[in-house]
């Protein structure tokens, strides 16, 4: 099992930053694939972004490329995606997902986190 639990969520405003963390508990954290991903209220659950397990590849959705950057800590057990040039559209829960795959395009994730809250004022 992998515990997930996402922080650093809030209420901005359009063009601010934000940054969310999310910290990994019990199985090895450097053997997962880890992804962000957003819902919208009446919205289905769309990707955002992944890293792979050493954080030298990444994948975006197109509608994040050039604003938002996914990182990761090994060290500790963290995966950051870091939100430049907020928009409205950009309003939703962000959750974090752990994927056992090895390729960082998957959309296949074993473990999920609870969520975070953003909403971007315009």
């Known amino acids: 099992q992998v515990q997930l639990a996402e922080s650093g969520g809030g209420l901005v405003q359009a063009g601010d930053s934000l940054t969310l963390s999310c910290a990994a508990s019990?199985?090895?954290?450097?053997?997962?694939?880890m992804g962000w991903f957003r819902q919208a209220p009446g919205n289905e659950r769309e990707f955002v972004a992944a890293?792979?397990?050493?954080?030298?590849?990444?994948n975006y959705a197109d509608s994040v490329k050039g604003r938002f950057t996914v990182s990761r800590d090994n060290a500790k057990n963290t995966v950051y995606l870091q939100m430049n040039s907020l928009k409205p559209d950009d309003t939703a829960v962000y959750y974090c997902?752990?994927?056992?795959?090895?390729?960082?395009?998957?959309?296949?994730?074993?473990?999920w986190g609870q969520g975070t809250q953003v909403t971007v004022s315009s």
């Open positions: 997902a752990a994927s056992s795959s090895i390729v960082v395009t998957t959309r296949r994730y074993d473990y």
């Open positions: 019990g199985r090895t954290f450097s053997n997962y694939i």
């Open positions: 890293i792979n397990r050493s954080g030298g590849a990444q």
